[in-house]
Nanobody, 121 residues
Framework: QVQLVESGGGLVQAGGSLRLSCAAS????????MAWYRQAPGNKRDLVAT???????NYADSVKGRCTISRDNAKNTVYLQMNSLNPEDTAVHYC???????????????WGQGTQVTVSS
């Protein structure tokens, strides 16, 4: 009922850019918030950026000024533009969506399969 399809990951050199995309296929839910997380080997999954359906955004301190999260509500798609990448940004990046139903304000979250971002020195 909720599926997230991610794309845009890859290998770039330090200082390069990537744009990640996550398209949400939903039925019977309303998207409240979409987000990007990342997880490097041996690390926990950390929040990168979030955006609400109304366009409010939040960023992790580590990516402020380098990343921009945006969304196309009509397409249920969230993007993460990443600039000035460095090797510390190397991680599997996961899309996350928080949804509600018409009858409840309780949020349910779903994860994408992840897309690898690798930044070489």
């Amino acid at each position: 009922q909720v599926q997230l399809v991610e794309s845009g990951g890859g290998l770039v050199q330090a200082g390069g850019s990537l744009r990640l995309s996550c398209a949400a296929s939903i039925s019977g839910f309303s998207i409240r918030r979409m987000a990007w997380y990342r997880q490097a080997p041996g690390n926990k999954r950390d929040l990168v950026a979030t955006i609400t359906s109304g366009g409010s955004t939040n960023y992790a301190d580590s990516v402020k000024g380098r990343c921009t999260i945006s969304r196309d509500n009509a397409k249920n798609t969230v993007y993460l533009q990443m600039n000035s990448l460095n090797p510390e940004d190397t991680a599997v990046h996961y899309c996350n969506v928080a949804v509600t139903t018409a009858y409840s304000r309780t949020e349910f979250t779903y994860w994408g399969q992840g897309t690898q971002v690798t930044v070489s020195s």
